[in-house]
């Protein structure tokens, strides 16, 4: 069984701290990463994409990607009220199509 | 123009009625997905197109019915639905299917309630 697993939250910050998103998958072969954003009753909205171990950063946002470990991280710097959203991480397994986890909810409070 | 439109954008109908759902892009994507998600859960993929030809069919019960006319195009035909199907039905798009760098744009979605 392939797997995105993901705290379902929520994860509660104050405005302007760092929130840290974590994602691990199962299936080693995996290539391809992906973070979404979705607010309630929205569809979801891609913010990132990575492929390769190591950082990618755009903005206040930070993906983080360890294959050895299987593991992939988002981090939203300087956190505001408007990124209030579930994060759903999704993993392109093989040549198959994206596995999605559950999704971590985010609360920054004001 | 990174958008995936669809309509309606909520749709209430009763067991017997027969609907579709529609879905349009132009950013020359040639594979485009049917996903159903249900409340606090991730999407969950129906259907895949790829070059216009159905791909995948996550044994989706019969009364779902994909249909892509042409590569902007992609509708879903609903028949006899039971209030479970109740749902938000996500449409989307890449650049093509089974590739290692799929990027999923989605359109708004339609919120459909079955009474």
């Known amino acids: 069984q392939k797997e995105v697993e993901q705290n379902s939250g929520p994860l509660s910050v104050p405005e302007g701290a760092i929130a840290s998103l974590n994602c691990t998958y199962s299936?080693?072969?995996?290539?391809?990463f992906f973070w979404y954003r979705q607010y309630s009753g929205k569809s979801p909205e891609l913010i990132m994409s990575?492929?390769?171990?190591g950082d990618k950063e755009d903005g206040r946002f930070t993906a983080q990607l360890n294959k050895a470990s299987q593991y992939v991280s988002l981090l939203i710097r300087d956190s505001q009220p408007s990124d209030s959203a579930t994060y759903l991480c999704?993993?392109?397994?093989?040549?198959?199509?994206?596995?999605f986890g559950k999704g971590t909810m985010l609360l920054v409070s004001p | 123009d990174t958008e995936v439109t669809q309509t309606p954008k909520h749709l209430v109908m009763g067991m017997t009625n027969k609907k579709s759902l529609k879905c349009e892009q132009h950013?020359?994507?040639?594979?485009m997905y049917w996903y159903k998600q249900k409340a606090k859960k991730p999407p969950e993929l129906m259907f895949v197109?790829?070059?216009?030809?159905?791909?995948i069919n996550e044994s989706v019960p019969s009364r779902f019915s994909p249909e892509c006319p042409n590569s902007s195009l992609l509708n879903l035909h609903l028949h006899a639905l039971q209030p479970e199907d109740s749902a938000l039905y996500l449409c989307?798009?890449?650049?093509?299917?089974?590739?290692?760098?799929?990027?999923?744009?989605f359109g708004s979605g339609t919120q459909l309630s079955v009474l």
């Open positions: 989307a798009s890449s650049l093509q299917s089974g590739s290692q760098a799929e990027k999923l744009f």
């Open positions: 299936d080693r072969v995996s290539q391809s």
């Open positions: 990575i492929y390769s171990n």
């Open positions: 999704a993993v392109m397994m093989g040549y198959s199509t994206l596995t």
């Open positions: 950013m020359g994507h040639r594979a």
């Open positions: 197109y790829s070059y216009e030809k159905l791909s």
